[in-house]
Protein backbone atom coordinates (compact mmCIF):
# COMPACT_ATOMS: atom_id res chain seq x y z
CA UNK A 1 0.00 0.00 0.00
CA UNK A 2 1.24 3.44 -0.97
CA UNK A 3 -0.96 5.47 1.70
CA UNK A 4 0.46 8.43 3.57
CA UNK A 5 3.91 7.15 2.14
CA UNK A 6 7.15 9.26 2.78
CA UNK A 7 9.39 10.47 0.60
CA UNK A 8 12.44 12.69 2.28
CA UNK A 9 10.18 13.99 4.78
CA UNK A 10 7.29 14.15 2.65
CA UNK A 11 4.13 12.70 3.85
CA UNK A 12 1.73 12.50 1.07
CA UNK A 13 -1.34 10.41 0.46
CA UNK A 14 -1.33 8.30 -2.80
CA UNK A 15 -4.13 6.14 -1.47
CA UNK A 16 -5.38 6.71 -5.49
CA UNK A 17 -2.63 5.04 -7.01
CA UNK A 18 -3.14 1.98 -5.29
CA UNK A 19 -7.28 2.21 -6.34
CA UNK A 20 -5.99 2.99 -9.58
CA UNK A 21 -3.78 0.18 -9.83
CA UNK A 22 -6.11 -2.40 -8.59
CA UNK A 23 -8.43 -1.18 -11.52
CA UNK A 24 -5.53 -1.29 -14.54
CA UNK A 25 -4.64 -4.57 -13.51
CA UNK A 26 -7.78 -6.14 -13.68
CA UNK A 27 -8.30 -4.56 -17.04
CA UNK A 28 -4.88 -5.91 -17.86
CA UNK A 29 -6.19 -9.54 -16.32
CA UNK A 30 -9.18 -9.22 -18.59
CA UNK A 31 -7.67 -8.07 -21.72
CA UNK A 32 -5.24 -10.33 -21.69
CA UNK A 33 -8.24 -13.41 -22.86
CA UNK A 34 -9.17 -11.08 -25.41
CA UNK A 35 -6.30 -9.88 -27.04
CA UNK A 36 -4.10 -12.77 -26.35
CA UNK A 37 -0.59 -13.08 -28.03
CA UNK A 38 -1.38 -10.24 -30.40
CA UNK A 39 0.55 -6.71 -30.81
CA UNK A 40 -2.26 -4.25 -30.32
CA UNK A 41 -1.24 -0.69 -31.32
CA UNK A 42 -3.88 2.18 -31.23
CA UNK A 43 -7.31 2.34 -31.14
CA UNK A 44 -10.28 2.50 -33.98
CA UNK A 45 -13.99 2.07 -32.13
CA UNK A 46 -12.78 1.26 -29.25
CA UNK A 47 -10.89 -1.55 -30.30
CA UNK A 48 -7.16 -2.13 -30.76
CA UNK A 49 -5.79 -2.26 -34.25
CA UNK A 50 -3.69 -5.39 -34.54
CA UNK A 51 -0.11 -4.42 -35.52
CA UNK A 52 2.99 -6.58 -36.95
CA UNK A 53 5.42 -8.24 -34.75
CA UNK A 54 8.31 -6.04 -36.68
CA UNK A 55 5.94 -3.04 -36.06
CA UNK A 56 7.81 -0.46 -33.17
CA UNK A 57 5.29 -0.94 -30.85
CA UNK A 58 4.86 -5.05 -30.57
CA UNK A 59 7.08 -4.59 -26.99
CA UNK A 60 4.58 -2.89 -24.92
CA UNK A 61 1.49 -5.15 -24.78
CA UNK A 62 4.11 -7.66 -23.28
CA UNK A 63 5.41 -5.49 -21.01
CA UNK A 64 2.44 -4.30 -19.83
CA UNK A 65 1.50 -7.58 -19.48
CA UNK A 66 4.67 -8.39 -17.56
CA UNK A 67 4.11 -5.40 -15.14
CA UNK A 68 0.73 -6.76 -13.93
CA UNK A 69 2.39 -10.55 -13.74
CA UNK A 70 5.03 -9.17 -11.33
CA UNK A 71 2.40 -7.87 -8.96
CA UNK A 72 -0.41 -11.19 -9.07
CA UNK A 73 1.09 -13.68 -10.53
CA UNK A 74 -1.21 -14.79 -12.84
CA UNK A 75 0.15 -17.38 -14.58
CA UNK A 76 -2.27 -16.45 -18.01
CA UNK A 77 -0.36 -13.46 -18.30
CA UNK A 78 3.09 -14.80 -18.02
CA UNK A 79 1.92 -17.69 -20.91
CA UNK A 80 0.51 -14.65 -23.08
CA UNK A 81 3.83 -12.50 -22.78
CA UNK A 82 6.21 -15.49 -23.32
CA UNK A 83 4.25 -16.27 -26.73
CA UNK A 84 4.52 -12.55 -27.45
CA UNK A 85 8.38 -13.04 -26.89
CA UNK A 86 8.59 -15.64 -29.19
CA UNK A 87 6.90 -13.88 -31.79
CA UNK A 88 8.91 -11.32 -31.70
CA UNK A 89 12.39 -13.49 -31.90
CA UNK A 90 10.96 -14.92 -34.74
CA UNK A 91 11.43 -11.24 -36.12
CA UNK A 92 15.52 -11.22 -35.73
CA UNK A 93 15.84 -13.44 -39.10
CA UNK A 94 14.19 -10.47 -40.90
CA UNK A 95 16.94 -7.69 -40.59
CA UNK A 96 15.69 -5.36 -43.38
CA UNK A 97 12.41 -5.20 -41.95
CA UNK A 98 14.06 -3.75 -38.19
CA UNK A 99 15.28 -0.46 -37.07
CA UNK A 100 16.72 1.80 -34.33
CA UNK A 101 13.08 0.66 -31.68
CA UNK A 102 14.78 -2.82 -31.49
CA UNK A 103 14.95 -1.39 -27.88
CA UNK A 104 11.51 -0.84 -27.35
CA UNK A 105 10.66 -4.19 -28.60
CA UNK A 106 13.14 -6.23 -26.95
CA UNK A 107 13.46 -4.10 -23.37
CA UNK A 108 9.90 -4.48 -22.60
CA UNK A 109 9.78 -8.45 -23.52
CA UNK A 110 12.85 -10.40 -23.66
CA UNK A 111 14.87 -8.53 -21.35
CA UNK A 112 11.99 -7.95 -18.68
CA UNK A 113 11.04 -12.22 -19.04
CA UNK A 114 14.94 -12.58 -18.63
CA UNK A 115 14.99 -10.56 -15.46
CA UNK A 116 11.56 -12.00 -13.95
CA UNK A 117 12.62 -15.36 -14.64
CA UNK A 118 16.22 -14.48 -12.31
CA UNK A 119 14.27 -12.65 -9.53
CA UNK A 120 11.91 -15.82 -9.24
CA UNK A 121 14.76 -17.49 -8.34
CA UNK A 122 14.66 -19.55 -11.66
CA UNK A 123 18.31 -18.31 -13.10
CA UNK A 124 16.98 -16.14 -15.90
CA UNK A 125 15.72 -17.31 -19.05
CA UNK A 126 18.39 -18.15 -21.60
CA UNK A 127 16.75 -18.13 -24.86
CA UNK A 128 15.00 -14.91 -24.30
CA UNK A 129 18.28 -13.10 -22.48
CA UNK A 130 19.76 -14.53 -26.37
CA UNK A 131 17.25 -12.86 -27.66
CA UNK A 132 17.44 -9.94 -26.15
CA UNK A 133 21.60 -9.88 -26.76
CA UNK A 134 20.73 -10.43 -30.77
CA UNK A 135 18.66 -7.45 -30.81
CA UNK A 136 21.02 -5.34 -28.38
CA UNK A 137 23.68 -6.38 -31.55
CA UNK A 138 21.71 -5.22 -34.40
CA UNK A 139 20.99 -1.83 -32.58
CA UNK A 140 24.48 -1.46 -31.70
CA UNK A 141 25.10 -2.15 -35.93
CA UNK A 142 22.94 0.90 -36.98
CA UNK A 143 25.46 3.22 -35.41
CA UNK A 144 27.13 5.60 -37.64
CA UNK A 145 30.95 6.09 -35.92
CA UNK A 146 31.47 9.45 -38.70
CA UNK A 147 28.87 11.31 -37.09
CA UNK A 148 28.36 9.19 -33.22
CA UNK A 149 24.47 8.81 -34.09
CA UNK A 150 22.59 5.64 -34.51
CA UNK A 151 20.64 5.65 -37.42
CA UNK A 152 16.84 5.71 -37.03
CA UNK A 153 14.98 3.56 -40.27
CA UNK A 154 15.49 1.54 -43.08
CA UNK A 155 15.01 3.54 -46.26
CA UNK A 156 11.15 2.86 -46.57
CA UNK A 157 9.01 4.22 -49.22
CA UNK A 158 11.49 5.02 -51.29
CA UNK A 159 12.59 7.71 -48.49
CA UNK A 160 16.38 7.55 -47.71
CA UNK A 161 16.78 7.52 -43.92
CA UNK A 162 20.70 7.00 -44.21
CA UNK A 163 21.81 9.59 -41.94
CA UNK A 164 18.09 10.23 -39.99
CA UNK A 165 18.31 9.69 -36.33
CA UNK A 166 15.17 10.38 -34.05
CA UNK A 167 14.90 12.14 -30.47
CA UNK A 168 12.81 8.38 -29.73
CA UNK A 169 16.01 6.55 -29.97
CA UNK A 170 17.06 7.68 -26.49
CA UNK A 171 14.74 5.33 -24.98
CA UNK A 172 16.40 2.41 -27.15
CA UNK A 173 19.78 2.58 -25.61
CA UNK A 174 19.09 0.76 -22.05
CA UNK A 175 18.94 -2.21 -24.91
CA UNK A 176 22.46 -1.58 -25.19
CA UNK A 177 23.44 -0.36 -21.17
CA UNK A 178 21.90 -3.59 -20.39
CA UNK A 179 23.80 -5.90 -22.56
CA UNK A 180 27.00 -4.73 -21.89
CA UNK A 181 26.55 -5.30 -18.30
CA UNK A 182 25.04 -8.83 -19.27
CA UNK A 183 28.21 -10.11 -21.09
CA UNK A 184 30.52 -7.38 -19.19
CA UNK A 185 31.66 -5.72 -22.44
CA UNK A 186 31.94 -2.10 -22.23
CA UNK A 187 31.39 -1.60 -26.03
CA UNK A 188 27.79 -1.32 -25.87
CA UNK A 189 27.68 1.41 -23.48
CA UNK A 190 30.19 3.59 -25.53
CA UNK A 191 27.76 3.59 -28.21
CA UNK A 192 24.53 4.34 -26.20
CA UNK A 193 27.09 7.47 -24.49
CA UNK A 194 28.11 9.11 -27.86
CA UNK A 195 24.72 8.59 -29.20
CA UNK A 196 23.24 10.43 -26.28
CA UNK A 197 26.12 13.03 -26.20
CA UNK A 198 25.27 14.04 -30.14
CA UNK A 199 21.92 14.07 -28.90
CA UNK A 200 22.53 16.71 -25.82
CA UNK A 201 24.49 18.66 -28.54
CA UNK A 202 22.19 18.39 -31.45
CA UNK A 203 18.65 17.59 -30.35
CA UNK A 204 18.58 19.82 -27.16
CA UNK A 205 17.74 23.34 -27.58
CA UNK A 206 18.65 26.39 -26.37
CA UNK A 207 14.95 27.00 -25.09
CA UNK A 208 15.28 23.50 -23.59
CA UNK A 209 12.93 21.80 -26.26
CA UNK A 210 13.65 19.31 -28.97
CA UNK A 211 13.16 18.37 -32.30
CA UNK A 212 11.97 15.13 -33.15
CA UNK A 213 14.61 14.19 -36.31
CA UNK A 214 18.24 15.59 -37.68
CA UNK A 215 19.38 14.59 -40.53
CA UNK A 216 23.24 14.15 -40.91
CA UNK A 217 25.74 13.71 -43.64
CA UNK A 218 25.83 9.49 -43.08
CA UNK A 219 29.73 10.12 -44.91
CA UNK A 220 30.75 13.19 -42.54
CA UNK A 221 28.38 13.16 -39.76
CA UNK A 222 27.82 17.12 -39.96
CA UNK A 223 23.93 17.61 -38.85
CA UNK A 224 22.14 18.77 -42.44
CA UNK A 225 18.77 20.17 -40.90
CA UNK A 226 16.36 19.18 -38.27
CA UNK A 227 12.64 17.60 -39.16
CA UNK A 228 9.49 18.12 -38.11
CA UNK A 229 8.71 14.19 -38.30
CA UNK A 230 5.65 13.89 -36.18
CA UNK A 231 5.69 17.42 -34.79
CA UNK A 232 4.04 20.44 -36.24
CA UNK A 233 6.93 22.17 -38.24
CA UNK A 234 10.88 21.41 -37.60
CA UNK A 235 11.11 24.23 -35.21
CA UNK A 236 8.13 23.48 -33.12
CA UNK A 237 8.25 20.95 -30.29
CA UNK A 238 6.29 17.81 -30.46
CA UNK A 239 4.76 17.03 -27.03
CA UNK A 240 5.73 13.09 -27.23
CA UNK A 241 9.08 13.68 -28.26
CA UNK A 242 10.09 16.00 -24.88
CA UNK A 243 8.54 12.81 -23.23
CA UNK A 244 10.75 10.42 -25.03
CA UNK A 245 13.79 13.20 -24.26
CA UNK A 246 12.94 13.44 -20.21
CA UNK A 247 12.71 9.69 -20.08
CA UNK A 248 15.87 8.85 -22.10
CA UNK A 249 18.33 11.26 -20.60
CA UNK A 250 17.22 10.13 -16.80
CA UNK A 251 18.20 6.57 -17.75
CA UNK A 252 21.05 7.46 -19.46
CA UNK A 253 21.92 9.40 -16.40
CA UNK A 254 20.80 6.03 -14.36
CA UNK A 255 22.83 3.98 -15.95
CA UNK A 256 25.80 6.03 -16.87
CA UNK A 257 25.85 8.26 -13.63
CA UNK A 258 27.05 11.66 -15.88
CA UNK A 259 25.48 14.64 -14.54
CA UNK A 260 25.13 15.71 -17.66
CA UNK A 261 22.14 13.39 -18.43
CA UNK A 262 20.56 14.36 -15.37
CA UNK A 263 20.88 17.71 -16.29
CA UNK A 264 19.65 17.22 -19.62
CA UNK A 265 16.95 15.34 -18.22
CA UNK A 266 16.01 18.20 -15.65
CA UNK A 267 16.09 21.00 -18.26
CA UNK A 268 13.26 19.07 -20.41
CA UNK A 269 11.19 18.20 -17.41
CA UNK A 270 10.65 22.35 -16.79
CA UNK A 271 10.17 22.71 -20.08
CA UNK A 272 7.52 19.96 -20.32
CA UNK A 273 5.78 20.74 -17.05
CA UNK A 274 5.89 25.25 -17.68
CA UNK A 275 4.06 24.38 -20.66
CA UNK A 276 1.04 21.89 -19.21
CA UNK A 277 -2.55 22.97 -19.55
CA UNK A 278 -4.55 23.06 -16.49
CA UNK A 279 -4.79 19.24 -16.61
CA UNK A 280 -1.39 18.36 -17.03
CA UNK A 281 -2.58 16.46 -20.32
CA UNK A 282 -0.39 18.31 -22.94
CA UNK A 283 -1.66 19.51 -26.61
CA UNK A 284 0.11 17.18 -28.85
CA UNK A 285 2.48 19.98 -29.94
CA UNK A 286 3.85 22.97 -27.66
CA UNK A 287 4.54 25.26 -30.30
CA UNK A 288 0.94 25.11 -31.58
CA UNK A 289 -0.34 28.52 -33.28
CA UNK A 290 -2.45 30.40 -30.53
CA UNK A 291 -5.34 30.40 -32.84
CA UNK A 292 -7.71 27.07 -32.54
CA UNK A 293 -4.85 25.20 -30.10
CA UNK A 294 -7.83 24.69 -27.82
CA UNK A 295 -9.60 22.32 -30.56
CA UNK A 296 -6.30 20.34 -30.98
CA UNK A 297 -6.06 17.14 -29.69
CA UNK A 298 -4.39 15.91 -26.28
CA UNK A 299 -1.25 13.37 -26.22
CA UNK A 300 -2.27 11.49 -23.07
CA UNK A 301 0.27 9.07 -24.11
CA UNK A 302 3.24 11.99 -23.69
CA UNK A 303 1.66 13.12 -19.97
CA UNK A 304 2.18 9.48 -19.46
CA UNK A 305 5.68 8.63 -19.99
CA UNK A 306 6.77 11.95 -18.80
CA UNK A 307 4.95 11.30 -15.30
CA UNK A 308 7.40 7.85 -15.56
CA UNK A 309 10.38 9.57 -16.52
CA UNK A 310 9.84 12.45 -13.83
CA UNK A 311 9.25 9.46 -11.46
CA UNK A 312 12.91 8.16 -12.37
CA UNK A 313 14.68 11.44 -12.15
CA UNK A 314 13.03 12.09 -8.82
CA UNK A 315 14.29 8.61 -7.78
CA UNK A 316 17.99 8.95 -9.07
CA UNK A 317 18.25 12.53 -7.36
CA UNK A 318 16.87 11.48 -4.20
CA UNK A 319 19.35 8.73 -3.68
CA UNK A 320 22.21 11.51 -5.16
CA UNK A 321 20.80 13.37 -1.90
CA UNK A 322 22.23 17.35 -1.20
CA UNK A 323 21.02 19.88 -3.37
CA UNK A 324 19.47 17.08 -5.98
CA UNK A 325 16.16 16.93 -3.12
CA UNK A 326 14.40 19.94 -4.08
CA UNK A 327 14.59 18.76 -7.47
CA UNK A 328 13.30 15.63 -6.91
CA UNK A 329 10.62 16.85 -4.78
CA UNK A 330 9.41 19.04 -7.55
CA UNK A 331 9.58 15.81 -10.30
CA UNK A 332 8.05 13.86 -7.91
CA UNK A 333 5.13 16.50 -7.15
CA UNK A 334 4.78 17.18 -10.92
CA UNK A 335 4.44 13.26 -11.73
CA UNK A 336 1.86 12.66 -9.42
CA UNK A 337 -0.28 15.49 -10.20
CA UNK A 338 -0.14 14.46 -14.03
CA UNK A 339 -0.88 10.63 -12.85
CA UNK A 340 -3.61 11.66 -10.96
CA UNK A 341 -5.13 13.95 -13.63
CA UNK A 342 -5.34 10.85 -16.22
CA UNK A 343 -6.44 8.81 -13.53
CA UNK A 344 -9.84 11.37 -13.07
CA UNK A 345 -10.08 12.47 -16.47
CA UNK A 346 -8.60 9.90 -19.18
CA UNK A 347 -8.80 6.73 -17.87
CA UNK A 348 -10.95 4.06 -18.86
CA UNK A 349 -11.65 1.33 -16.84
CA UNK A 350 -14.51 -0.13 -18.29
CA UNK A 351 -14.23 -3.31 -21.61
CA UNK A 352 -16.62 -1.24 -23.90
CA UNK A 353 -12.65 0.97 -24.78
CA UNK A 354 -10.10 -1.48 -24.84
CA UNK A 355 -7.35 1.16 -24.15
CA UNK A 356 -6.52 2.11 -20.78
CA UNK A 357 -5.56 5.96 -21.82
CA UNK A 358 -8.08 7.50 -23.56
CA UNK A 359 -7.33 10.75 -25.63
CA UNK A 360 -4.27 9.77 -26.59
CA UNK A 361 -2.48 11.16 -30.21
CA UNK A 362 -0.28 8.92 -32.82
CA UNK A 363 0.38 10.66 -35.66
CA UNK A 364 -1.66 13.78 -35.79
CA UNK A 365 -0.28 15.02 -39.72
CA UNK A 366 -1.26 11.91 -41.03
CA UNK A 367 -4.64 11.33 -39.34
CA UNK A 368 -2.98 7.65 -37.57
CA UNK A 369 -4.93 7.40 -35.04
CA UNK A 370 -5.81 10.67 -33.21
CA UNK A 371 -7.66 11.20 -29.74
CA UNK A 372 -7.37 7.36 -29.36
CA UNK A 373 -5.64 5.04 -26.63
CA UNK A 374 -2.18 3.78 -27.47
CA UNK A 375 -0.90 0.80 -26.33
CA UNK A 376 2.21 2.49 -25.52
CA UNK A 377 0.10 5.39 -23.58
CA UNK A 378 -1.48 2.21 -21.45
CA UNK A 379 1.62 0.99 -20.14
CA UNK A 380 3.92 3.73 -19.16
CA UNK A 381 0.51 4.92 -17.74
CA UNK A 382 0.57 1.52 -15.44
CA UNK A 383 4.89 1.80 -15.12
CA UNK A 384 3.96 5.41 -13.49
CA UNK A 385 1.06 3.84 -10.72
CA UNK A 386 3.85 0.74 -10.27
CA UNK A 387 6.42 3.60 -9.17
CA UNK A 388 3.72 5.34 -7.43
CA UNK A 389 3.41 2.63 -5.35
CA UNK A 390 7.18 1.67 -4.45
CA UNK A 391 8.57 -0.30 -7.45
CA UNK A 392 12.15 0.84 -8.52
CA UNK A 393 12.90 -1.81 -10.39
CA UNK A 394 12.78 -1.38 -14.42
CA UNK A 395 12.82 -3.51 -17.69
CA UNK A 396 14.54 -0.80 -19.60
Excluded at 311 to 331: F, I, K, S, Y
Amino acid sequence: MTEHKLHHGLERDLSWADEAWSRAEAKIGRSARTIGAAFPNGTTNGRYVKGLTHDWVAGFWPGLLWLAYRENGDEELRRVAEACERQLAETLQTYDLLHHDVGFMFSLSSVAQHRLAEASGRGGDSDAKRHALIAANLLAGRYNPQGEFIRAWPNWDEEDHTGWAIIDCLMNLPLLYWAGREIKDPRYKHLAIRHADSVLRDFLRPDDSVCHIIRYNPDTGAPIESLAGQGYAADSAWARGASWALYGFALSYRYTGEARYREAALRVARFFVSRLPEDGVPYWDFFLPEAGRESMPRDSSAAAIAASGLLELAELMEEGGGAGVEDAAWCRTSAERIVRSLCDRYADWGDKHEGLLRHATGYYSRGVFVDESLIYGDYFFVEALAKLRGRKELFW
